[in-house]
């Protein structure tokens, strides 16, 4: 069994503050963890994804999220917030034990950044 | 074009009716998936399937039904529509190999009254 918990439903930030979302994991394999974003009346795009290796992983949008085995966490960060990044935020796991590869999505975390 | 398309992309429908939600893609996906949306509970799985003749169920199946009529086309229905299956739904292809990303069509905004 696998679970997502992302802390806070709702996040401001200023324009040019760092950003920082966070997402804790239960997973009783090695887990596949991926970050989604969601734009208004949009589908969800990937932002970032880790498997394997490297624990810190960069994406699109200046977007990096750290894999940290020991905290069972992999939170999102962005060194600036541009008002382009207001969206909602998805924090997923992987069952890739399975073999099913099915995600197993966190609540989501809504950026609002403020000018 | 986009890859994974949904339609209708908004239904509005009454208690009681059949609908049915469809799903196609061009990118040559085994691997397709019903989620649904509702505010605050993020996305949770319906159904998917691995291929045409391999369905399975998802943590919220009941009331609805999946058909997977080709590789590129997997439909929800929903038998008899009631008012708490009003949500926003997605579905999503994967590729069957290793550890690839899940890509989302746009949405169906349903309103069931």
């Known amino acids: 069994a696998q679970s997502v918990t992302q802390l806070g439903s709702h996040v401001s930030v200023s324009e040019g503050a760092l950003v920082l979302l966070r997402c804790n994991y239960s997973?009783?394999?090695?887990?596949?963890l991926f970050w989604y974003v969601q734009y208004p009346n949009q589908g969800l795009q990937l932002l970032l994804k880790?498997?394997?290796?490297?624990?810190l992983v960069k994406g699109i949008n200046g977007f990096e999220a750290e894999f940290k085995k020991s905290e069972t966490s992999f939170h999102l960060t962005k060194p600036s917030a541009h008002m382009s990044d207001a969206a909602e935020y998805f924090c997923?796991?992987?069952?890739?034990?399975?073999?099913?590869?099915?995600?197993?999505f966190g609540k989501g975390t809504k950026l609002s950044v403020i000018p | 074009d986009a890859d994974v398309t949904q339609t209708p992309r908004n239904r509005i429908t009454k208690t009681g009716k059949r609908i049915m939600l469809e799903c196609s893609q061009t990118k040559g996906h085994d691997r397709m998936y019903w989620y649904r949306q509702d505010p605050g509970l993020g996305l949770q799985l319906i159904y998917y399937s691995f291929d045409v003749k391999d369905i399975n169920k998802g943590e919220i199946s009941d009331g609805y039904s999946v058909s997977r009529q080709a590789q590129a086309k997997f439909s929800l229905s929903l038998e008899s529509a009631i008012p708490n299956q009003t949500a926003l739904y997605f579905c999503?292809?994967?590729?069957?190999?290793?550890?690839?990303?899940?890509?989302f069509g746009p949405g169906t905004r349903l309103t069931v009254l």
């Open positions: 997923a796991v992987s069952d890739s034990g399975a073999g099913s590869y099915q995600l197993t």
């Open positions: 997973s009783s394999v090695p887990p596949y």
């Open positions: 880790y498997t394997t290796g490297a624990t």
């Open positions: 999503a292809t994967r590729s069957g190999v290793g550890t690839d990303t899940q890509y």
